[in-house]
């Protein structure tokens, strides 16, 4: 077990290199000099910068240098000195406005994932268990609707819905009292009121695919013979069908947790601009509307790494669960 | 699992038919793989339902021109924000007559200063098939004038809005069939972007193994592992603001396809690794079959049948995906139609709730990936024909 | 009492499984005797309803299945001081979910199955899974059914019991799961074992060792056992009575020895005549035979005697009209065909 950990640790490492390098390539992408534009910007807000000034942006960049030199001041910028670069934009470290909205990003999904698994995983039994019934029937038919709604068109009905009938605006994690004020007791509980409706929505998508896979899987099971061994035993339906084939059924589940959280960190950015969420998504979508590169690109380097980190847990999950896989690992 | 009581008895004497049966199970043994397909299709009644709902959609995609009442740019100044018209089957005398629509006045709420909009009951226009109105180039080649429906009389008197009009007073119903074209043909042509790359690299993964597998293995995982509408935004952001409509569509399509091939191609592979497999591709082989007519006669048939079954799966997202991107300003920019530029319109909470139809391009989505998926689910499972 | 040594009593057994595309008459009418103690032999092609016959009596019969008729008498042991009288349960009566079944599955009536392979759960060890069986129907402690578990391990010749309680099934070859299978089943002391085809899925070798094993607890335990298997020579070597079922029906039952030197239905004749004998080749050069043609389809069942279609004496305009009765031939020898009217 040990030892499998360490084999899946050292083969993320490539994986982590190649990200860096695309969300560089990105960085790199729009036209012009990042200097150039930063004096631009700064000389039409009023400001102008020193030669010095610039002097030493250029030396922390490696600007002006080949592409990979510049590629290699900015990796070991990151990993030596915690050091994102400069967003030019909101004129601070890209550090300083990151972290807070990765946190928000994290909780978010991963409260996301667990309401969307405890919804799914007791209703996709029931379907399974059920099949062909009226029940059955109903939740395929609201289990295939919610996976045809984007997370992003529900948010924007659930405001509008919002608006219209409770005359309230559900956007945002916070109230506007709390928005700029430092953390404190008051701010997360103005969070925990707020965070609801986040939720839910961004767990919809998941949730409902899960029910599918939940069922689908499960019923593949309910046929093998060790629940008919389980079920000449004596035992009792209920429990033989949570003990045996749900146990075995999930184990999907938790190989994909991985791909769950890449696919509800992407999701959730659609959903976090349009409900205007404190989180990872909207302030990209900024960074990338106004070319703030550094900003853009710590974003998608973190966002790719955190899936990454997911889908080591659930391998690992995935081998504590499965004995099958634990031995071969 | 039941217990024994007479009820069981009667339905089963009702049952049997043992000679009619016989000859539905004949016809069933010699039925081609398509017909047994087609039989099991037919059997899910909501894929059935989706297809005759995709035909319809198709079509107004591909005769949008025809279809839409108006154009789509055109501004009808004395309707900004109009509901949409209502119709009516039943005229003063409440006698039961064509449809009609009342001319409608705009006024001031005395309180709000907001527009509302009444009918007037003194002036009924029918609603007429095959009319002559506003002019359009048919697919750019040609100008016609032809509509499938609209009123007779000019557009400056009365206009009819089916989903209502936007804030700057264009007719919804007309915008949303235009965005179709883009919206559709956007799924259809980056799956076949997919697929083309899916197959080439899932066969040679699936089929030879080895190195090359591990490799496109690799990199599979790898692109999967980047969270796709984040990497999608960067790229599409990338995207010049100054370039033609079609230029920026087709550089959105490949970027959708980006990630879309790397699903084909675990399809490919799985289905190629499966196959080989295969008693049937083994007892081909020893006969002496040659490799190309193997999988040309032998696996493509039992295989083609799955790809359809995906490909139809993965359009929804590619739709999901343009008009997420569009919505948030990363995709298509106006003046390009599609269903995500439309629902731009519905950015604003506060014009939302004065006008909540502006959300109707969003219903135009979630039922075309509704159907696209019960279809694709109806293909899959009529895609193994012989399990049960 | 008469009924003193009797077990097991199926009446007309009538299981159907109910498909979109027609009803399947899987059994059709099966009647058969388990005396205490006794083995019986359920013989029979594939599909010839010899497992459902198994789950019907254990009430587990998968859905679309359902037992529409017929009576599955059980006869349980006296209860010491109340009665005299046997204590008779109609299984066919029961809630196939409910307490009371549940309370003879896997305790008075236990299954060894097809599979030893997939018949354990992949993700549960060995000893949980028959811990659990212990636990179940016997008023011990944890540390008591492992105890007995353990014990039940070494009574099936389970190398090093203590030790592989805590495997995983996959961790197991084909012969210690099929050991592990018979530990579960006997854990509870069963009446009757019903073993299912326990050693198709095992090599030649296991499956003498396995048969072995199951004739010395047999001889050890006292229970009945109900013999389902394909295989003639395992019937010849396990059984003392024989039933021979061919479409959902018992077409012959008769002893073992009766069945083999002396079968009456021309199946059980044709089934005989397709198995190589040693030594046979010196004395008359014959070829193997075959019944010819397979298994009908299950919804279309002939009319008449199920096997006319593939009988080689049939009599046309007879067989292939009316249902044989069921004739005594001799004594507890009893076969389906109109021959022996």
């Known amino acids: 077990m040990f030892g499998y950990i360490i084999r899946r640790v050292l083969l993320m490492i490539p994986t982590l290199i190649v990200i860096s390098i695309i969300s560089f390539v990105i960085i790199q992408l729009p036209p012009g000099d990042y200097l150039t534009s930063y004096a631009a910007q700064l000389s039409a807000q009023g400001d102008t910068i020193d030669a010095q000034g610039l002097k030493a942006l250029e030396e922390r960049y490696g600007l002006g240098q080949p592409i990979h030199v510049q590629y290699f001041k900015w990796v070991s910028g990151i990993i030596l000195r915690g050091d994102w670069g400069q967003s030019m934009e909101w004129q601070k470290p890209v550090k300083d406005l990151i972290w807070e909205r990765l946190a928000l990003t994290i909780l978010l999904s991963s409260v996301a994932i667990l309401v969307s698994w405890f919804i799914a995983i007791p209703v996709g039994v029931y379907s399974a268990t059920h099949q062909y019934s009226i029940p059955d029937y109903v939740l395929s038919v609201i289990s295939f609707v919610g996976v045809g709604t984007p997370g992003f068109l529900l948010a924007l009905i659930v405001m509008y819905l919002a608006m219209s009938q409770l005359n309230q605006s559900v956007g945002g994690l916070f109230s506007s009292e709390f928005l700029l004020a430092p953390w404190s007791l008051a701010k997360v509980v103005d969070m925990l009121k707020h965070l609801w409706i986040p939720v839910l929505i961004i767990a919809l998508e998941s949730t409902a695919g899960s029910i599918r896979t939940t069922r689908a899987n499960l019923l593949d099971e309910l046929n093998k013979p060790y629940v008919e061994t389980a079920r000449a035993k004596g035992l009792e339906e209920g429990k033989l069908i949570w003990k045996y084939p749900v146990r075995v059924a999930l184990n999907p589940f938790f190989s994909t947790v991985g791909w769950s959280l890449a696919s509800l960190i992407s999701g959730q950015t659609l959903i976090a601009v349009v409900l205007s969420l404190q989180t990872t998504g909207p302030m990209m979508l900024r960074a990338l509307m106004s070319q703030d590169m550094y900003l853009a690109g710590s974003f998608l380097l973190l966002l790719s790494s955190l899936t990454v980190i997911g889908t080591l847990v659930s391998d690992i999950i995935l081998a504590w669960v499965d004995p099958r896989i634990r031995l071969r690992g | ?388 | 009492m008469e009924n003193n040594h009797l077990l097991l009593e199926v009446k007309n057994l009538k299981t159907h499984f109910f498909l979109d595309e027609g009803t399947v008459r899987a059994l059709d009418g099966v009647d058969f005797v388990i005396k205490r103690g006794q083995t019986l032999g359920v013989v029979g092609e594939s599909g010839c309803g010899k497992s459902v016959t198994a789950r019907s009596i254990l009430r587990i019969v998968p859905q679309p299945g359902r037992i529409v008729d017929g009576e599955i008498m059980l006869y349980l042991p006296a209860q010491s001081n109340h009665s005299t009288l046997t204590n008779v349960v109609n299984l066919t009566r029961l809630n196939p979910r409910g307490t009371q079944i549940r309370s003879i599955r896997g305790c008075r009536i236990a299954l060894v199955p097809q599979e030893p392979m997939t018949s354990l759960s992949p993700v549960h060890t060995l000893g949980n899974q028959i811990v659990e069986a212990i636990v179940l129907h016997q008023e011990v402690s944890q540390a008591e059914a492992r105890e007995k578990a353990i014990y039940m391990l070494d009574l099936v010749g389970m190398p090093q019991p203590s030790r592989t309680i805590d495997r995983y099934p996959h961790e197991l070859s084909g012969g210690m799961r099929q050991r592990g299978m018979i530990a579960m089943a006997l854990s509870c002391h069963p009446s009757l074992l019903i073993a299912d085809e326990p050693t198709t899925a095992l090599d030649v070798t296991t499956e003498a060792q396995i048969l072995k094993l199951m004739q010395r607890l047999q001889q050890e335990l006292g229970m009945a056992i109900m013999f389902i298997t394909h295989n003639l020579g395992v019937v010849a070597r396990m059984t003392e009575h024989v039933i021979v079922m061919y479409m959902g029906k018992v077409v012959e039952e008769a002893d073992v020895d009766t069945i083999f030197h002396n079968p009456k239905h021309p199946y059980t004749q044709a089934l005989l005549k397709s198995i190589p004998r040693l030594g046979q080749r010196t004395r008359e050069r014959r070829r193997l035979e075959s019944i010819s043609g397979s298994v009908p389809d299950p919804y279309s069942i002939p009319k008449g005697c199920s096997f006319h279609p593939r009988c080689s004496q049939r009599i046309v305009g007879l067989c292939d009209q009316e249902e044989p009765p069921n004739i005594e031939i001799g004594p507890g020898h009893k076969t389906r065909c109109v021959l022996y009217r």
């Open chain 2, 1 to 388: 699992m039941a217990n024994v009581d007479n009820n069981d008895m009667d339905m089963l004497e009702e049952g049997q038919d043992v000679e009619e049966v016989t000859a539905k199970e004949e016809k069933v043994y010699v039925a081609s793989y398509w017909q047994l397909m087609w039989w099991r299709f037919r059997k899910h009644k909501m894929a059935i339902i989706s297809v005759v709902i995709l035909v319809l959609f198709y079509f107004v995609a591909v005769f949008s021109e025809f279809v839409a009442p108006y154009d789509p740019e055109q501004y009808f100044v004395q309707y900004k924000l109009a509901p949409p018209t209502r119709i009516h089957f039943i005229d003063t005398e409440g006698q039961l007559c064509w449809p009609f629509v009342y001319q409608i006045t705009q006024e001031k709420d005395p309180e709000t200063y907001r527009n509302i909009y009444i009918e007037d009951t003194e002036t009924p226009y029918p609603i007429q098939l095959f009319v002559r109105g506003s002019e359009y180039q048919m697919w750019g080649l040609w100008t016609m004038d032809l509509h499938l429906f609209g009123l007779s009389v000019p557009q400056a008197e009365q206009g009819i809005f089916l989903m209502g009009a936007d804030r700057l007073g264009r007719d919804v119903f007309s915008r949303t069939a235009y965005g179709a074209r883009i919206s559709l043909s956007i799924g259809l042509i980056g799956v076949l972007l997919s697929l083309t790359v899916g197959i080439v690299l899932g066969g040679i993964s699936g089929y030879y193994g080895g190195i090359p597998d591990t490799i496109i293995q690799r990199v599979i995982e790898f692109i999967r592992t980047i969270p796709s509408i984040p990497l999608w935004m960067a790229l599409s952001a990338a995207l010049p603001n100054d370039w033609p409509i079609v230029k920026t569509y087709f550089a959105i399509t490949v970027i959708l396809s980006l990630i879309g091939w790397t699903y084909m191609a675990r399809v490919v592979r799985g289905r190629f690794l499966a196959m080989r497999e295969e008693d049937f591709v083994m007892s081909a082989r020893l006969v002496g079959s040659s490799e190309m007519r193997i999988i040309l006669r032998h696996m493509l048939p039992s295989f083609l049948s799955y790809i359809i079954a995906s490909l139809t799966l993965s359009i929804p997202s590619m739709i999901l995906a343009e008009t997420g991107l569009s919505y948030i300003g990363l995709g298509l920019r106006a003046p390009a139609i599609s269903w995500g530029v439309l629902l731009r319109e519905a950015q604003n909470v506060r014009s939302l709730a004065l006008a909540p139809w502006v959300l109707i391009p969003a219903a135009a989505v979630i039922i075309a990936v509704l159907a696209f998926n019960f279809v694709g689910d109806g293909l899959r499972d009529a895609a193994d024909p012989y399990a049960r």
